[in-house]
């Protein structure tokens, strides 16, 4: 029998890095990762059914309402989920299984004491992830002010919840939290 895998969580706000942490961790042998559903438009570059599965909002809303997700949540005006399915059978197959979601579904996966590493990818400060966010050329202006807004609410929730997430790790340099990360899940 193969030994069962393990869910590794990585949240954190949107420019703290965490994207550039699960493209490395995805080279690696025996990593699976979770293709979420979201009703947010695609950016230029994305890929369906790579970067994510793009559903209409009807058709989102439906679906969560069978239960096909594992968690859901609304973030910056659309809905984001992770499909059910993939996650068991990448854990009943023995790999790890990585989710990068935010923190309102990291609580809903933690109510529903579903066993897994949980990470929270940190910027050094607000400043830093502002401009990672205009460097990645990808949001508006808007966007990027509300998604620093959230971003404010999800490091304040990630420091006063200590059982929210295993580890809060602050990316002051990617190279070494992607070791931070690996180590973590080898041990
Ligand atoms: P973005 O629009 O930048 O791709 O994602 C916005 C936020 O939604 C990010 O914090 C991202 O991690 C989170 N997210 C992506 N997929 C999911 C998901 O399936 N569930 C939840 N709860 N959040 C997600």
Redo the contacts with the bound molecule.
Sequence with gaps: MTAQGKLVVI????GAG?TSVCKALKQQAGVEF?V???T?AMRPGEIAGVD?HFLAYSDFEARAKRGEFL???S??G?L???PRWPMDAAIARGRTFL????V??TKQLREQRVPGLYLFIAPPNLAALRERLERRGANTPADIAARVRIAEEEIVAAGSDQALYDHILVNEDLAATIRRVEELIRS
């Design positions: 949240s954190g706000p949107s965490k979770s979420s559903a979201t947010r994510y968690e859901w949540a973030y910056n659309n984001y989920g992770t989710l990068e979601i935010e309102k579904g």
